[in-house]
């Protein structure tokens, strides 16, 4: 396989148009808004950036990371989800991927219950992307839907999610640098417990 056609198809992972339902959840965004906690642009990208470093950075980039090389840690990552909605989340995203993946004909793939960074490392393995690239392009793909959950319940402009895309998005690299050699860490009291009251938040856009 070409380099270039690699890239497309790490493209087409990393893509909106991907149906897996991302577009449908905030994880915890959407309950932040409503405690008053993200009320603008500066408090949304502030919001964004501390999910990114503290929790994705730590946890899940790692363990998709080690996905990537082969090790199975589908069971630690869902055990690592403090909430129901962002295990539900993670598991209807998991099977909506590995349905898509088993339509086109991409194998092998992980049974039970998949987490997404499963179902995305088994792509990245069948595909033979370059691990590095898709490590970046999860992130960017979180980043985006993040920024685009902002948009939709703070509310804010086009222009003011594209700059904490720029802003954001120049990190994702020395992330990923980061995430090569990192421990595994998932403590995020705040996310937690914003992410619990999601679940009985009276009126709400997203799934988490």
């Given at each position: 396989?070409?380099?270039?056609?690699?890239?497309a198809?790490?493209?087409?992972?990393?893509?909106?148009?991907?149906?897996v339902?991302?577009?449908?959840?905030?994880?915890?965004?959407?309950?932040a808004v409503?405690?008053?906690?993200?009320?603008?642009?500066?408090?949304?990208?502030?919001?964004?950036?501390?999910?990114?470093?503290?929790?994705?950075?730590?946890?899940?980039?790692?363990?998709?990371?080690?996905?990537?090389q082969?090790?199975?840690l589908?069971?630690?990552?869902?055990?690592?989800?403090?909430?129901?909605?962002?295990?539900?989340?993670?598991?209807q995203?998991?099977?909506?991927?590995?349905?898509?993946?088993?339509q086109?004909?991409?194998?092998?793939?992980?049974s039970?219950?998949?987490?997404?960074?499963?179902a995305?490392?088994?792509?990245?393995?069948?595909?033979k992307?370059?691990?590095?690239?898709?490590?970046?392009?999860?992130?960017?793909?979180?980043?985006?839907n993040?920024?685009?959950?902002a948009?939709?319940?703070?509310?804010?402009?086009?222009?003011a999610?594209?700059r904490?895309?720029?802003?954001?998005?120049?990190?994702?690299?020395?992330?990923?640098?980061?995430?090569?050699?990192?421990?595994?860490?998932n403590?995020a009291?705040?996310?937690?417990?914003?992410?619990?009251?999601?679940?009985?938040?009276?009126?709400r856009?997203?799934?988490?």
């Amino acid at each position: 396989m070409s380099q270039l056609v690699t890239l497309a198809r790490l493209l087409q992972l990393a893509s909106p148009a991907l149906p897996v339902g991302a577009y449908s959840y905030s994880q915890g965004l959407e309950a932040a808004v409503e405690a008053g906690i993200v009320k603008d642009a500066a408090s949304a990208e502030g919001w964004i950036a501390d999910v990114l470093e503290l929790c994705v950075a730590r946890m899940e980039a790692p363990i998709l990371w080690k996905l990537m090389q082969g090790e199975p840690l589908n069971e630690l990552f869902l055990a690592s989800r403090e909430s129901a909605e962002l295990r539900a989340e993670t598991l209807q995203m998991g099977h909506s991927l590995c349905t898509l993946l088993k339509q086109l004909d991409v194998a092998p793939l992980p049974s039970g219950e998949v987490a997404f960074p499963s179902a995305f490392a088994a792509a990245v393995l069948a595909w033979k992307i370059e691990p590095r690239e898709a490590l970046i392009a999860y992130l960017w793909s979180w980043l985006e839907n993040q920024v685009m959950a902002a948009i939709k319940t703070v509310p804010l402009g086009q222009t003011a999610g594209q700059r904490i895309l720029l802003s954001l998005g120049g990190r994702l690299e020395r992330i990923a640098e980061e995430v090569c050699n990192a421990e595994f860490n998932n403590f995020a009291p705040g996310l937690a417990m914003l992410s619990s009251q999601h679940e009985t938040q009276y009126s709400r856009l997203f799934r988490s």
